[in-house]
């Protein structure tokens, strides 16, 4: 257990439809990042949340969107979902100093739009 | 901008074979320069790090060391074991950047 909690861990669902995805980072780390993962890009960066406000955006869809909650837990919004958002999602968190120290992954969700 | 590029996969390898991973970076500034690990089915783990020009990273019997002269930061592990399989990531955080910025992954298997 790497102590960053990512829920649900699998999700299957059509397309066009919303789905939300949670993450608890470790305890007192106050970043929050979301990358995509799949076959052809590889781990593609989405966004970071520091201590509840945006910190930095990737190659975030403008049909995603994210947030930090006061008690640091995360959600990342898919809408109007398409069959190529298939893939695993991942949240990552690090300490105040950020990514210069390195991450803690979750497990990730696997995402399956049918 | 920043980029890193490592070595494409599969890398197959025996028990008990040395295993190289190399990996290359470009970088405005003094990158940090870190190693993940994936095994099947799970997240990235951190495997090592180095912060600065020089530095030796090392865990569980494998090295890189951060070489600012040739831009490298390869991996390596005298004797692999079949629990080593996995896919290797190499990255990078620069200094006031926001984000890490991965490799492609190289994936290992290494055979009994």
């Known amino acids: 257990d790497s102590g960053v909690t990512q829920t649900p861990k699998h999700l299957i669902t059509a397309t066009g439809q919303r789905v939300t995805l949670r993450c608890s980072p470790r305890s007192g780390d106050l970043s929050v990042y979301w990358y995509q993962q799949s076959l052809d890009q590889g781990l593609q960066f989405l966004i970071q949340?520091?201590?509840?406000?945006?910190?930095a955006k990737g190659n975030i869809l403008e049909r995603f969107s994210a947030q930090q909650f006061p008690d640091l837990h995360s959600e990342l919004n898919l809408s109007s979902l398409e069959l190529g958002d298939s893939a695993l999602y991942f949240c990552a968190s690090s300490p105040e100093g950020g990514p210069l120290y390195g991450y803690t992954f979750g497990s990730g969700t696997r995402l399956t739009v049918v | 901008g920043n980029s890193v590029t490592q070595m494409e996969g599969p890398v197959t390898l025996s028990e008990e074979a040395f295993l190289t991973i190399n990996c290359t970076y470009t970088a405005t500034g003094y990158p940090s320069l870190f190693w993940y690990v994936q095994y099947p089915g799970e997240g990235l783990q951190l495997l090592l790090k180095a912060t600065k020009a020089d530095d030796k990273g090392s865990n569980k019997g494998f090295e890189a060391t951060y070489r600012k002269e040739t831009t490298s930061f390869h991996l390596e592990k005298g004797s692999v074991q079949v629990s080593d399989s996995a896919v290797y990531f190499c990255?990078?955080?620069?200094?006031?950047?926001?984000?890490?910025?991965f490799g492609a992954g190289t994936r290992l298997f290494v055979k009994a």
């Open positions: 949340y520091y201590n509840g406000e945006e910190r």
């Open positions: 990255a990078l955080s620069n200094t006031g950047g926001f984000k890490t910025i």
